[in-house]
């Protein structure tokens, strides 16, 4: 079974400063990692996935993740914020074709001009 | 190209009435899912289909809940009769492949239901 929790339903950040949102999980099989992004009043977004391989994952707009097997770890990144990225941000974890994929709570992040 | 449609993208209607929400996913794709989103309770999964075929509706809350897909280009989710806890945001989302959820989701704009 797979979990996710993400730290922080909120997150300010100023623009042009680094952007952090923070996920763990738990899979007890290796997992597939996404992040979705939402808009309001839109639906989910994919920036990026982690499937296999190189564990630095480039998204849309800016952002990347790192997979650190040793911290259960699939933290969301992004240099310098922008206004546009104000948002929501899920992370969500899956294992084998068969299981469901889960999503985090969300974090919303503001930008502070 | 197309994304994912849904419709209505707002209904508002009194407790007791049969409310059904549709859905085309994106032409090609062979998996598709509802979802619910609420304040409280986060993104849910309701039900998903493959190849048209109901796959899980272990997340259908309750039997007021129903949901089809006559074919490849099309899904509806049905609540009869709805309550003022139904309300919430529901998603459509679609995706290519084998099935499964290790596939990237492509979602709609979403359903945003008020039941008074």
Redesign the interface.
């Known amino acids: 079974a797979q979990s996710v929790t993400q730290l922080g339903s909120h997150v300010s950040v100023s623009e042009g400063a680094l952007v952090l949102l923070r996920c763990n999980y738990s899979s007890s099989v290796p997992p597939y990692l996404f992040w979705y992004v939402q808009y309001p009043n839109q639906g989910l977004q994919l920036l990026l996935k982690y499937t296999t391989g190189a564990t630095l994952v480039k998204g849309i707009n800016g952002f990347e993740a790192e997979f650190k097997k040793s911290e259960t770890s699939f933290h969301l990144t992004k240099p310098s914020a922008h206004m546009s990225d104000a948002a929501e941000y899920f992370c969500a974890v899956t294992g084998r074709e068969d299981d469901k994929i889960i999503f985090g709570k969300g974090t919303r992040l503001h930008i502070l001009p | 190209d197309a994304g ?1 449609i849904q419709s209505p993208r707002h209904e508002v209607t009194e407790m007791g009435q049969e409310v059904t929400l549709r859905c085309k996913p994106i032409s090609g794709h062979n998996s598709l899912f509802w979802y619910r989103q609420t304040m409280m309770r ?2 849910e ?1 309701l039900i998903y289909f493959n190849n048209n075929v109901p796959i ?1 509706d272990s997340g259908m809350p309750e039997d007021r809940f129903s949901a089809k897909m006559p074919n490849a280009s099309f899904s509806t989710l049905k609540i009869q009769p709805s309550e003022p806890r139904d309300s919430a945001v529901y ?1 459509c ?1 679609s995706s290519s492949g ?5 596939q ?7 359903t945003r239901l008020s039941i008074l």
């Open positions: 994912v986060g993104l999964l899980d998603f989302a084998g099935g499964g959820f290790n990237p989701q492509h979602f709609g704009d979403g």
